[in-house]
């Protein structure tokens, strides 16, 4: 007997066009070498990733729904997450960039002309919710992965009107809240439109009396955590928390670095710029400003640098001082935190060979500006992974700091920078 479908076939195409729009939006833009990216075992490659959302969507629509016949034969053997081991991913014979887009989209495609010759009744629904909460939830993976691997910040597509605007910066709700014991019934019911395996279905639970934090903890909450030590402290720890701390040797949260003035920042996706020992206020703020103006993430100040808040550096930075954030680092530490970061650490200097127009950065960049005079010491010029050069035609060999830094700030970012 067929069930009536809840929902309108023209709302049910609006939702997988729109899911299948915003995981593309986030991977779209990304270079060759960021689709495939390092392998770290708790993100994929995204070439692999958005091919196995259009599989899966394939799979569950069109192949055991419509019986149809796979579009790509061998598609089982690369994006079956059930059998494609997650190590082995990167190596996989995937079809090219263009050839998965293309996948991506006949699938859609398919999936569409499906819905227009075919009402769907409430169990065909199940399948079609399915692959389109999947996509969702790979969406969710995508902009992790951007941020992990330090990759620039995706331009969402949000539909207007559906911004939670309200939820950000509403502060701490301290104390817990105490939950009376009892039984309660965990579990999806059958009258929901949708739900996953896992929620199915509704049973009682016996629960003792406990107590929860009434709201999450904000970042300012877990700051003063963690400038009482608390990472040095085990009573703080599950066993398995302080196996991991021990391990780790994590001392904060791993985005976060401490910044001037005892303020901690985060890295938000790419963005950084470091700055060794600028010495006027004015070149400091204008950088600050160039920084704000490429939407670059934070100025890092690199050793004893001018005070980027005195009356010069405000003013220069036109206001951007109260919005890029800043962060102090010492000489002594810059080299083996420089270490670490993944894309280009790119540094001028007056004996590098290559042009800055003419290299390709890798994402993400950090940009390192020497002082104004000596240029880059030795030993952060090592740090860096690649120098560069701005040419000049007359009698001086280099230009203001500022008017440098923009020149470079504006060609590493040229393929994020639009009107
Ligand atoms: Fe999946």
Redesign the pocket.
């Known amino acids: 007997m067929r069930t009536e479908s809840k929902i309108t076939v023209s709302d049910l195409m609006e939702m997988i066009t729109e899911a299948q729009g915003i995981a593309l939006n986030l991977v779209e833009d990304l270079t060759d070498e960021q689709m495939l990216g390092p392998r770290l075992p708790m993100v994929n490659p995204p070439l692999w990733e958005i091919g ?2 259009a599989w ?1 969507q394939e799979k569950w629509v069109l192949r055991h729904l419509g019986k149809a016949k796979p579009i790509i034969p061998e598609a089982d053997s690369l994006y079956d ?1 059930a059998c494609v081991p997650h190590d082995s991913r990167w190596e996989l014979p995937l079809p090219s960039r263009r050839e998965t887009f293309r996948y991506v989209q006949e699938v859609r495609d398919r999936v569409l002309d499906r819905l227009i010759s075919i009402a769907p009744n409430a169990a065909e629904d199940y399948f079609h919710h399915l692959a389109v909460f ?1 996509t969702g ?2 969406a969710e993976a995508f902009t992790y992965t951007r941020q992990t691997l330090g990759y620039s910040r995706p331009q969402l597509l949000v539909p207007p009107g559906r911004v939670h605007s309200e939820a950000a910066g509403t502060g701490s709700l301290p104390g817990d809240a105490e939950i009376p014991g009892g039984t309660y019934w965990l579990g999806a019911t059958p009258d929901l439109p949708f739900v996953f395996d896992n929620e199915k279905w509704a049973h009682p639970v016996p629960l003792r009396t406990f107590r929860i934090a009434r709201a999450p903890v904000t970042n300012a909450e877990y700051a003063s955590f963690v400038e009482e030590g608390g990472y040095q402290r085990r009573e703080f720890w599950s066993d398995e928390g302080w196996i991991w701390r021990e391990q780790s040797g994590a001392r904060h949260p791993v985005y976060w670095e401490h910044g001037s003035g005892g303020r901690w920042f985060r890295r938000s996706f790419d963005r950084w710029v470091a700055l060794e020992e600028v010495r006027d206020p004015g070149n400091l703020g204008t950088i600050i400003r160039t920084a704000d103006g490429v939407g670059a993430g934070g100025v890092m100040l690199i050793g004893t640098c001018c005070d980027p808040y005195s009356h010069e550096a405000v003013r220069a930075s036109m206001g951007s001082i109260f919005d890029v954030p800043l962060v102090r680092v010492s000489p002594e530490r810059f080299p083996a935190w420089a270490a670490t970061w993944r894309g280009d650490r790119v540094g001028t200097h007056l004996d590098a060979r290559e042009d800055f127009r003419s290299v390709r950065y890798r994402l993400p960049a950090l940009l390192v500006m020497g002082s104004e005079g000596p240029g880059l010491s030795p030993a952060i010029a090592q740090a860096c992974s690649r120098l560069v050069k701005i040419p000049m035609a007359g009698r001086l060999d280099s230009l203001n700091l500022a008017v440098a830094t923009a020149l470079m700030l504006y060609e590493m970012r040229r393929e994020s920078l639009a009107l």
């Open positions: 196995h959302v899966f997450s999947h939830m790979h």
